[in-house]
């Protein structure tokens, strides 16, 4: 009686693998037997939690060797070839409710010759970083003396990056000095005065000026004369 005790609450014949992946994901954990001939295509389920003494524990899919003949959630399917022993599961989309052990029991005639493994399997949430664009406007107007003033708005958009990816220093909205004419030759209708131009206009008011007061002095001494 202690041997047959002993035999069945041990598992000297357990079999195991980790299996990973990520939500969403259709996630496959393998099991195999081996088939030499038809005489060795056998019946096998699948189940939640470790192999029990004898069947399957909360079974998910159950096979005649041939053939699916009890599936319990449409996710998960065998895509192997049965009669070649190849009885894996594939778990369809996967969830992280999937995570947890899972049982591969195949039947094999006579006492505790079942082929038995226990299979751990974690479904971890997929890692998404959608890239959000960052928008930078500046508004330049021309300076209060200018005869001349012009508004405009400069709009540069770009992808976020990540921290490893960030320049560790930034002078502007212009990566490069390239960028920054790339935007100014786009801009229209724009008129900037330089200081060389200023200074012709006012030297040329300047002279008209002179010539005027001249002239009323001229015009004045011819009176009094």
Known sequence: MNWILLILFTDPTVSGSLVKGKVGQNITVPCFYSVKGTQDITSMCWGRDSCP???????IIWTDG???TEQYNSRYTLKGNLQMGDVSLTIMNAEEADSGIYCCRVEISGWFND????????????????????????EQTSAPGSTSISSFTITRTWPSVSASEAPQTASGPCSSTSDCLDVTSNLQNTSVLFPRQQFSENGLYIGIGLCVVLLAILILALFLT
């Open 53 to 59: 003494v004898s069947k399957c524990y909360r079974t």
């Open 66 to 68: 041939w053939k699916v």
């Open 115 to 138: 082929q038995r493994s226990n299979h751990k399997v974690v479904i971890e949430k997929a890692r998404i970083s959608p890239a959000s664009p960052h928008t930078y406007t500046s």
